[in-house]
């Protein structure tokens, strides 16, 4: 194919921003057009959720400032694509406007999982997405109120440790039998429980919300549970998960089944397409198991991929997906997806200054990591075992559990491990 | 150049193995003292995108990656490197003298910035 002329961008998120300054970066001089449903530039979404939502400035803006001679990339924010037409390769906006392609990116993000209960729409009921809703519920937090957060996910901890320490007292409701079941071991997450607890933060486990109590007016009183009590809350935060908004590109008749469908060089079923970031459902391997990720690192790499990809640069997307959580001083990493079903074996202690690591293995085999610290002392252990598993080693199981407890000994067989590649 | 550099000693060749950072603190000033399979070098010692300490990061290929979010910077020039860093780093002169090593806390920002 032919190097394009015109690549258009729909999405206003890491990935749709990374991805215009990686074709920039690569030397890209043709027109880019990043059409936006946000009213704001590109920002660090990640902040939303902590360091923003904490301090009440606004997120880092993500947009680039492009050197001297470097063409505009043109932005239009306030604007959502209505349709877009794979055969004639143009896109319908909001306004009418129809504008032509040679390769378009797919960057449209994810949708916050709503409510379905009784009450869910009532006044004080909310969500964290985007800019706009980190504004509303900051607002929220200036009063003095009680806080119920439903799902106790990282987003729900991270708003829970927000809003505790500006004072806010705050209750956790969880449907499973443990926090974070979906992002970090059973031990790095009663690492955090104790925490948050330390700060006034009290956890509902095992029980699922059955109502949103309301005012007569309308207004959150509380959050019913299966049990019959109530808790009692002005506001009351979801985070029980994302959707992919991939509605778009099934209408327009690309490949989706719960994100869209790309392969490696992050291309979807239509050549002149690509996506990138949480709407996407990715290949993990060569017999068809796929996966869809919801996380910063792996949603830049994507678009730093689709975007060499889109110039004809032979590049593909394999990755080992890294993220991070902030929860009062407590700092936590983790890499590759934790299984719930993983065999956990434990490594240092959360009190020391080098933190508690957990390594999950699943059939022997080490697939992922998570640990917590108070400052930053568990990063390097993380990142030796994000070095081994991108480097494809597979360090003997023995000798892993051998090492059970002692992390400096763990460090320096990883260490050893990787020297020996 | 007229001025008169200042240099202080730091810490000793010993302290350093290659590709490995220490934090020093020289009149006030956090820094991270870097060795490299080209020598020695001194930069900030706080990522410029969020609070963290740089010598808990990790060494390789003259870059220095902040432990808290995987920024990027090239510790000879300080010049930010990878996403989420886009703010370069003030590198500071080393020089060895015998087993010491020294600074001069004359910042350097990296050429084309202010």
């Known amino acids: 194919m032919s190097r394009p002329d015109v690549v258009a961008i729909v999405g206003g998120g890491h990935a749709a921003a990374i991805a215009a300054t990686e074709l920039r970066r690569l030397g890209f001089n043709g027109q880019i057009t990043v059409v936006s449903t946000e009213t704001v530039p590109p920002y660090d979404r990640t902040t939303l959720s902590k360091s923003s939502l904490l301090s009440g400035e606004d997120p880092p803006r993500l947009w680039p400032e492009l050197d001297k001679g470097i063409p505009e990339i043109d932005l239009r924010l306030g604007t959502t694509v209505t349709s877009f037409d794979p055969a004639a390769r143009s896109l319908t906006l909001s306004n009418g406007e129809q504008i032509g392609y040679d390769r378009l990116l797919l960057a449209l993000g994810a949708e916050p999982r709503r409510l379905s209960l009784p009450g869910a729409d009532a006044d004080g009921v909310l969500y964290l997405r985007n800019f706009q809703d980190a504004r509303v519920l900051r607002s929220r937090l200036e009063r003095d109120v009680r806080v119920a957060i439903i799902g106790g996910g990282l987003i729900g901890l991270e708003v829970a440790a927000c809003a505790s320490s500006l004072g806010h007292h705050v209750n956790v409701i969880e449907a499973g039998n443990r926090v974070l079941g979906r992002s970090v071991s059973e031990s790095v997450a009663s690492t955090l429980v104790d925490l948050h607890r330390e700060h006034g933060v009290v956890f509902h486990c095992a029980t699922a919300p059955t109502a949103i109590a309301t005012t007569p007016e309308g207004l959150v009183r509380g959050v019913e549970l299966a049990d019959g009590s109530l808790i009692d809350a002005d506001v009351v935060v979801v985070g029980i998960g994302i959707v992919p908004r991939d509605q778009l590109a099934a209408e327009a008749g690309l490949s989706v089944a719960d994100g869209i469908i790309v392969n490696a060089q992050c291309r979807t079923s239509d050549e002149h397409i690509y996506a990138a970031g949480d709407v996407i459902r990715f290949p993990t391997n060569d017999v068809g198991e796929t996966i869809r990720l919801e996380a910063w690192q792996p949603a830049c790499r994507q678009a730093g991929v689709a975007a060499a990809a889109m110039l004809g640069y032979s590049v593909s997307y394999h990755d080992c997906p890294w993220g991070w959580s ?96 | 150049m007229t001025t008169l550099e200042q240099w202080v000693r730091v810490a000793s060749t010993d302290d350093l193995e290659e590709d490995d950072v220490i934090e020093i603190v020289v009149d006030n000033l956090t820094l991270a003292l870097y060795r490299t399979r080209d020598g020695y070098f001194a930069t900030d010692g706080i990522c410029t995108h969020e609070h963290a300490r740089l010598c808990e990061g990790f060494v390789f290929d003259n870059v220095i990656e902040c432990p808290k979010h995987q920024g990027r910077f090239d510790v000879r020039s300080g010049k930010a490197r990878g996403a989420p860093a886009h703010i370069s780093l003030r590198t500071y002169p080393v020089r060895v003298t015998g087993t010491d090593l020294e600074i001069s806390i004359e910042a350097k920002w990296p050429a084309s910035e202010p």
Do not use: C, W
């Open chain 1, 326 to 421: 902030d929860q009062y001083d407590a700092f936590v990493q983790t890499v590759g997806v934790h299984p719930p079903d993983a065999e956990v074996i434990d490594y240092g202690d959360p009190r020391t200054p080098r933190g508690l690591l957990s390594l999950s293995l699943v059939d022997g085999n080490l697939v992922a990591a998570a640990g917590v610290s108070i400052g930053s002392g568990i990063a390097k252990s993380i990142r030796l075992v994000q070095m081994a598993l991108d480097a494809g080693r597979r360090p003997v199981r023995g000798e892993l559990q051998a090492r059970r407890g002692d992390l400096a000994s763990l460090g320096q067989y990883l260490q050893r491990s990787l020297r020996a590649g």
